[in-house]
């Protein structure tokens, strides 16, 4: 079976701007596709490339088979799409919102009908319908724009940040209506920069300046520490630990995570006693040094401090 | 074209949720004909007079008369000498001021030369030259009349007559009385229809782009087309029934004659309102947000337009370069139209050239603005 979505070297430049550099990946049909990366990383660039909002400076996407910058109209029926900004008009109704999607879309007739029942029940808006949208709550407000973007039964969702905004519960329900889209077959592409919510996709692209650092799934990411440890690390002065433990050969990366340091190192044992050395040499006993499993927010800041040494390094040269 | 009737639909409702925007729409044009009707007057009548008459002759007193009587002048005060005039005339209790000098009687009754001055307050230009013409009229009128005393006199018992008396009769078409009224109320048709119409398209869609709405129609399968015709067609809705309001306050109302036909009025409209949702539509393409429409449209096309359509400031005054301009504005044709329908009952016998430049201008807008319209966000 072909690939939903194919992006080969997609690159967008806004002036001397790269804003993506070159992506090359493939997302296969049912796939939920998770794209994690920093504001500004690109995800949002490459998101309106695959639509067809902008034009790639160089390489291609192709959606459904279709190249997306040679036949931009071509795929906007098969696809739904969901910006970051939310995108309904709020001094319509929500069934008024439905509608005019739907309508412009093509929908009309029993089908259209049957639709709007559906974007109604799946939104658990039932009574709720003749509601200003302005008027709803942010989760209902999310959800509606998600059921208007999937009104005409696309094969392919891109969802630019559905959740940004949304209090936790409603996150979790927004996941589950992403999970049952995927069940039925729908390829959905989302971007986020929760890493929790990374753990909901099947896989996941790490995207760091425009560039893609890691891809893979979940636990095949986290394979990027085998052979190697992750030590958590409660001291008094963390900012000082942080200094003392980048200047040592031995400790490979080091973070601050919250109150706590992540230290990665080659051996648990080994590493655990030279840290304790260490930070006991300036006067900052660490209270605690513990091995831990890594977390995604691990490997995100171990791909994103390999591609920064990257960047350092050739620009030395 | 199920589609189109989405947009329109939606774009009707959008109007209607909004409590502020609709009475605007139809209030605007009536406070605005009522501003022109009864406060826009270019008659100079009744002008302030300061009297300085260092004659004291029955001719003078005579001059003074024909000043007064005119109806063009109030006597507001007698001074002394030409100096005290000044007061009068900075503290605008006077606007001009008449200095008969010693010696206008007796050049009446055949003696020398003698003036008689006239100053006026040049700090409103146009009200001063329209009091000196008046004045002018009446010295010389009562000059001539002398003349013709004394060559009759002079003549009287000779075989030679005197000669006849020639006099201009000027008679006005179309607004016999010259009331500015006529003049203006029309002109205010024009304006509302460019003001609302081409607010309201530019605003559409620049509000869109604002709050996202756009990018969200960009991925739908829905054509640019549809998309501008679904949302101007209300636009143009609204400019056809302000036609119907203003007409019926400008005749019913202010009295202004309709001596043309209004279904024609109806139709060249139609084609002036290409020319400004057109317009609305080129700049909402050029600016980022509304604030950015609402100034580029007033202050870049609106304003300059009203003041080089002749719709105001006649376009014979302005200078050669400034007058070629003005054929490039659609205002200026429709003020033709709208001042021929409305005043000389013109039809489309003469009115033909301004409506195939109306259709032609609206229709190439239309296309530009239509062509900068993308379905793309670069």
Request: aromatic share 8%; with cysteine; proline share 4%.
């Amino acid at each position: 079976m072909a690939a939903a979505v194919e992006l080969r070297d997609l690159t967008k430049r806004f002036g001397d701007f790269v804003a993506v550099g070159g992506i090359t990946l493939d997302v296969q049909a049912g796939e939920i596709f998770g794209f994690l990366g920093a504001n500004g990383a690109g995800k949002s660039t490459t998101i309106r490339m695959m639509c067809g909002l902008l034009r790639p400076s160089g390489g291609s996407a192709r959606v459904l088979g279709i190249d997306v910058a040679k036949d931009p109209e071509g795929v906007k029926r098969s696809i739904g799409y969901m910006s970051q900004r939310f995108s309904l008009y709020e001094d319509l109704t929500a069934q008024q919102n439905i509608r005019f999607f739907g309508g412009v879309y093509g929908l009309h007739g029993p089908e259209a009908r049957e639709r709007e029942q559906w974007a109604i029940e799946m939104t658990g808006l039932r009574g709720q319908e003749h509601r200003l949208t302005r008027e709803l709550p942010g989760g209902w407000r999310q959800k509606l724009a998600l059921a208007c973007a999937v009104l005409h039964r696309p094969r392919v969702v891109f969802l630019d940040e559905p959740t940004s905004g949304v209090d936790p519960l409603s996150r979790r329900r927004f996941w589950a209506l992403i999970d049952e889209m995927a069940a039925s077959g729908v390829t959905v592409f989302v971007t986020t920069h929760y890493l929790d919510e990374a753990e909901y996709c099947h896989r996941l692209a790490l995207i760091h300046a425009g560039r893609l650092a890691a891809l893979g799934g979940v636990a095949e990411l986290k394979q990027v520490f085998a052979g190697h440890a992750v030590l958590e690390v409660e001291c008094p002065h963390p900012a000082d630990a942080l200094d003392t433990l980048s200047d040592a050969a031995w400790a490979r990366e080091v973070a601050i995570f919250g109150t706590r340091l992540h230290v990665v190192v080659e051996d648990a044992e080994r590493g655990a006693q030279q840290v304790q050395e260490a930070l006991a040499a300036t006067g900052n006993t660490p209270a605690q040094v513990a091995r831990i499993v890594p977390s995604l927010e691990d490997v995100f800041i171990h791909h994103v401090e390999e591609a920064e040494a990257q960047k350092a390094a050739a620009a030395r040269r | 074209m199920r589609t189109l009737w989405h947009v329109i639909v939606k774009e009707l409702l959008q109007l209607r949720r909004d409590h502020k925007m609709l009475p605007l729409i139809f209030v605007a044009p009536v406070l605005q004909i009522v501003a022109f009707g009864y406060a826009v007057n270019t008659e100079v009548r009744d002008v302030p007079m300061v009297l300085v008459d260092q004659d004291r002759s029955p001719g003078s007193r005579d001059l003074v008369d024909r000043f007064v009587s005119s109806g063009y002048f109030t006597l507001v005060a007698t001074e002394d000498t030409p100096r005290a005039i000044d007061p009068w005339l900075v503290s605008g209790r006077g606007h001009v001021a008449l200095v008969i000098g010693p010696g206008y009687g007796a050049a009446r009754e055949g003696g020398p030369q003698a003036g008689v001055q006239m100053i006026a307050d040049g700090s409103d230009s146009s009200a001063a030259t329209q009091a000196l013409g008046y004045a002018a009229a009446i010295v010389n009128a009562a000059d001539q009349e002398r003349v013709r005393e004394r060559v009759r006199l002079a003549l009287a018992g000779g075989d030679v007559t005197p000669p006849g008396r020639i006099q201009l009769v000027p008679r006005v078409y179309y607004n016999a009385d010259l009331k500015s009224r006529w003049f203006y109320v029309p002109a205010v048709l024009a304006m509302i229809l460019m003001i609302m119409t081409m607010l309201l398209s530019a605003m559409a869609v620049v509000r869109e782009k604002e709050i996202g709405t756009l990018e969200q129609l960009m991925v739908t399968p829905v054509a640019p087309w549809q998309l501008l015709v679904g949302k101007l067609a209300p636009f143009a809705a609204i400019g056809t029934l302000q036609v119907f309001l203003v007409t019926g306050v400008t005749t019913l109302w202010f009295g202004v004659p309709l001596r043309g036909s209004f279904l024609l009025l109806l139709g060249i409209t139609q084609l002036f309102l290409l020319n400004t949702l057109g317009l609305g539509l080129l700049v909402s393409t050029l600016v980022r947000n509304q604030q950015q429409a609402m100034m580029a449209a007033a202050f870049l096309v609106m304003i300059p337009m009203i003041y080089l359509s002749g719709l105001i400031f006649p376009i014979e005054n302005m200078p050669r370069v400034i007058q070629t301009v003005t054929y490039a504005i659609p205002l200026r044709y429709y003020s033709n139209v709208i001042r021929g329908i409305f005043l000389k009952g013109a039809g489309m016998e003469t009115l033909w050239r301004e409506s195939i430049v109306l259709a032609l201008m609206g229709t190439g807008l239309l296309a530009i603005a239509s062509l900068r319209f993308r379905k793309r966000l670069d």
